[in-house]
């Protein structure tokens, strides 16, 4: 099956993504990596009137250590903890977890950012990331 038409942007900043969500239709969805919501949308799981491309926000794909907390964007690949592109201040647990998501093509398109919103209680993130204690911020306009 193939997805029903909707519109496709590609914000270039937190700044135009958060007004543009502000505006967007009801229904919208966000996509990076697309592993879980491509085949939703295959499936007609989901049928958006648009999708919000996020992959094109630096602030999204950022992963860097503040004090001695790991910040990690909703853009970060399974493949960029994987490979060791990304601190890992657990002595390696992130990159093990990492490499046991699907397998090399899921992990280089797949988002820590798409594993956690969609919360499958199966996923490994999920799982992995609520043992280690930690917690999620989610931008939004002030």
Known sequence: MKPAAFAWERPDSLPALLARLAEAPAGVKLIAGGQSLGPMLN????????????TGVPEL????????????????THADIEDGRVPD??????????????????????????????????????????????????????
């Open 43 to 54: 499936l007609r799981l989901v049928e958006p009137a648009l999708i919000l491309d996020i």
């Open 61 to 76: 794909r950022d992963a860097r250590v503040e004090g001695d907390t790991l910040v990690l964007g909703a853009c970060v």
């Open 89 to 142: 201040l657990t002595g390696g647990a992130l990159r093990r977890v990492a490499a046991a998501i699907a397998y090399r093509p899921v992990r280089n398109r797949g988002t820590i950012g798409g594993s956690l919103v969609h919360a499958d209680p199966a996923a490994d993130w999920v799982s992995a990331l609520t043992a280690l204690g930690a917690e999620v911020e989610i931008a939004g306009r002030s």
